[in-house]
């Protein structure tokens, strides 16, 4: 039996298959599931890629589209460029939710295969819940492209966990349709067995292995196969980061394929789940760190090792969660190098290089963290893929620059092998650089006597000192690294309060597709063709954003215009016209564009009856740059000033590029980055150009050290640490600024990403929504108005007034971070203090980290979830006066919290950290014990016991009225 060696530890894989279990098809096929309505094509769905994805698609073509369609999700000429792409994998198809197509939320996949007519590509469709029998199964075995073993359909359970739910849907089946399937059944381990395996030491007890394989062994008496699924659950906490269990899934899948190897199932199926990762954390709350490609390395090699017979990989193209198999900006061709190389060996076929592969550079992949924050380990991962080529062995010299190109660290050579796959991870505490906002990495290859440097291109990785919601990975193999083009890259401030102008000149080596401008990462400008129209604003012309969202489902009527002003509208000609309009968590709106020199005399005219009927002169959406309006039952209207790229343009296609834009950076000291996507899909960054100046003063600051595995103190520049204030501004309507930057604003009864001005859209807070949009929704159904009213007060002061009916205010991930100690203040005059009342909550789908804060029989309480999802509770016992101000202020050291009201401190209250997810916080409410009374002088510093500094002409005490 032929075995690799893979360099990974002291890991074995057998290619083909365990010696306990053979397979039962002649070779392990491999497909993906797919989402299939995440276009490449920009003319449809895809134009929201840049406005809240962390990661976006390498191949996105305006040419991909067919004349005179304009349906939503993929075109035909953009699955076949899929289709050729996956071909490029090894992979032998998809899977996907049959239901999906009929229901007409994706393209017809079906039918796009039909035309296409690759060879040996197939497809396995899903069974849903929902799954129609006489709509659905008969286009399945109609079609040419459904796998088939023995002359029957592959059907694999989904929606459908438990034995006797299959047991009746496949007795409704073989009623209608005899014996034409094969269902597969999936399960998903129990995490209570897995806690228990690394409790018993790596193994499982004789307890639960038994109800392990009497699992397995019940789904087989009634199914044709059957594997693990949710893989990207199945991670560990180790140091602090959230990475894939190998070890509890290494032992569960040896485990399967013994129980599978048992005489009466050895005509059964065994189907294996690998993953990329899962690092969106505001998705439905779980994180799983890609930790470069090892995480698809690791769920891969089990499976491949037990001898799977098909091996699914979830998913293609779902960039809202970052499991993205598909070639992606911040992912390169990794995953397709990676797969290429595995399958390739595991079919005893390597692959050959991919066209345009330079073969003096190594087929080596850098991948590095998007974005870290202070305690996080500063990670590479350098993984060699050895070409099925002759080749070489050579060295790797990592080092790490500043942004004037001071050597900060130089790793030892690293020494790679020409013949097997060899991974080195060299990391360091990022703490290291707490000065520091930018690292640039540079690679010294020495190969047969040459040496070669690279530096220029490469992602620069970002510093944040606090807090961070970006656990995207950047993966950048060395071969898809753009030859160096001629670059003139500057941003000059304007005479414009915090707007800069960028000016670009690019003469590149090879036609580019895009030529982009980061902040912090995500894209804000994407040079156009120069015929095209700019839905951006330009030197002549202005350009805004009129949207619209609600936090609950309702119907509205109203019209939006733009008067003294010839105005173009994007979609709707002369004028935004709502009747019976869906409103709901999905933003909708449109864009409209108007001559600069009228900037002076146009108006919005803006006319919801019983929602907002205003005047908005639009020198005050210029002043102001997004003005956030409110009406009723969550109704939210955005006036904003087109800063950011909402819109894929058409691909340049041409080396030479020139092009001069204006923005606002999203905080005082962004990083500012060209970025060059080429045809070919190799990419080239410059180096960031850091806005604002870094403070001489410093501040302390305590984070989680995940070298030490315990909370530190380090030192950073004095205008890093976040000092938030939140008080009402009328003038921005719902939104509530901060000075530290747009990505802290908050907003009062509404979606935080409105206030930082990204498109929003999609659900489990990935909008923004301060908690799940489904409770929310069941919770606010009723409310009339969610807005907290801001009331002027004797001293001053403006105060928050809460209703007790669910009015409350939201802060962006990050305000509360999970990740370092803060300090939250501020003087609430409750009416009552007996009934439980809930004052700040971090929770979306699932816990954030700062759980609640909530009164109860006179006294404050709080919960803190940390990242092993330990649950702390306290009471603080110290009175709160109902009907007079009270001071409060909440600090947490990562050890523990210590609560102050009015003077009296609380002791310790332990709480391990670091804290579980970050989500939005949300202030006045949550479920249905909703706070009644005022709030003011609302501040969070990203320090623990930050000192109290009271705005409020006279500071509130305990008893005054």
Partial sequence: ???????????????????????????????????????????????????????????????LKEADRTYRGLQYPDYVRMQEVMRQYGLDGIVYWQYFIRNKTRSDIVEFSARSKVPGFYHIP??????????????????????????????????IRTDQALREAREKFREKYADQFLFIMRKAPSPSIRKRFHVYGGKFSREDRQELENEIRASLQIADGFGWWNIPTICEVNKGRRIFDVQFYRALMNLTGKVMAEPQFKEKLLVAEAAVGHENASRVGQIMSSAGTRGLRDTLIPALENGADIVTIPEWDEQNENTSLRPTVFNGTSHLRLMRHIIGLSRGEPFPRLPGDDPRRPNLILSTRKVVSLGELLEFELLNLPDAEESAPFTVQLNLRDINGKLLHAFPPFRFDDKAMQEHRPVLPSEMFAAERVLLPELVITR??????????????????????????????????????????????????????????????????????????????????????????????????????????????????????????KGQPGRLDYRNYHTSLWHRGDWVRMPRKD??????????????????????????????????????????????????????????????????????????????VAQSGRIWRSKPI????????????????????????????????????????????LILPVAYGRRMWGIRGGFTDLACMRLCGGDSSVNGVPCSWHVGNRLWSQVDDLVPEAVPQEDGSVAFKFRGDGSHFSLPQGAIPRRSGFTVSFDIRPEDTRRK?????????????????????????????????????????????????????????????????????????????????????????????????????????????????????????????
């Avoid at 083909?16 to 094509?41: C, D, E, I, S």
């Avoid at 700019?534 to 008067?563: A, K």
């Avoid at 904003?640 to 999203?666: C, G, I, K, W």
């Avoid at 916080?921 to 109290?948: C, E, S």
Wanted: net charge neutral.
């Fill in 599 to 676: 900037m002076e005399q146009a108006v919005f005219n803006i006319n919801f009856p019983g929602h907002i009927v205003r005047r908005v002169p639009v020198r005050e959406v210029m002043d102001r740059h997004n003005i956030v309006l409110g009406g009723k039952k969550g109704f939210n209207l955005t006036l904003t000033r087109q800063l950011r790229q909402y819109f894929h343009p058409r691909n340049l296609r041409r080396n030479a590029v020139d092009f001069t834009m204006e923005f606002s950076p999203d905080l005082h000291n962004s990083a500012i980055q060209l970025q060059l």
């Fill in 690 to 733: 850091l806005t604002g100046r870094a403070s001489t003063e410093t501040a302390r600051i305590t984070v989680y050290s995940e070298t030490e595995e315990k909370p530190v103190d380090v030192s950073i520049p004095a205008d890093a640490l976040p000092r938030l204030e939140y008080a009402p501004d009328t003038r921005r309507g």
């Fill in 1 to 63: 039996m032929k075995r690799l060696l893979l360099f990974l530890g002291s890991l074995t894989l057998a290619v083909h298959g365990a010696n306990w279990r053979p397979r039962v098809l002649p070779r392990t096929m491999f497909f993906t599931q797919a989402q299939l309505k995440y276009t490449l094509n920009p003319n449809c769905n895809g134009t929201v890629y840049y406005s809240h994805w962390t990661d976006w698609p390498l191949f996105i073509d305006s040419a």
């Fill in 837 to 961: 009342q809930y004052i700040l909550s971090c929770r979306g789908t699932l816990p954030g980290a700062f759980d609640h804060l909530w009164i109860e029989n006179g006294t404050l309480h709080l919960c803190h979830v940390s990242n092993q999802i330990r649950s702390s509770v306290h009471d603080s016992r110290i009175p709160l006066t109902p009907s007079r101000w009270n001071r409060v202020k909440v600090s947490y050291d990562l050890r523990n919290f210590t609560v102050e009201v009015n003077g009296i401190e609380s002791g310790k209250l332990p709480a391990d950290g670091p804290g579980l997810y970050d989500t939005a916080t949300m202030v006045g409410t949550w479920d249905k014990q909703p706070f009644t009374g005022l709030i003011r002088n609302f501040r969070i510093v990203h320090q623990p016991d930050a000192a109290w500094e009271s705005s409020s002409r006279e500071h509130p005490e305990s008893g005054k009225q």
């Fill in 126 to 159: 899903q069974l849903c819940g929902d799954f129609d029998l006489d709509k659905d199964a008969p286009p399945i075995l109609a079609s040419p492209q459904t796998l088939r073993i023995n002359g029957k359909a592959v059907i694999q359970c989904y929606g």
């Fill in 448 to 569: 047969n006597g040459q040496t070669a440097r690279y530096a220029e291109g490469l992602w620069a990785v970002q510093v944040l000192p606090t807090w961070n919601s970006d656990y995207k990975w950047v993966k950048q193999p060395l071969r898809d690294l753009m030859d160096t083009p001629e670059v003139r890259f500057t941003a000059v401030r304007t005479q414009e309060p915090n707007m800069l102008r960028a000016e670009a000149a690019i003469r590149a080596r090879e036609p580019l597709s895009f030529a982009e401008v980061l902040d912090c990462g995500d894209c804000i400008f994407s040079a156009g063709a120069p015929d095209e129209t700019s839905w951006r604003e330009t030197d002549s012309h202005l350009v805004f954003r009129v949207g619209t969202q609600s936090l609950t489902v309702q119907n509205l009527t109203g019209t939006v215009t733009l008067e003294n002003t010839s105005a173009q509208w």
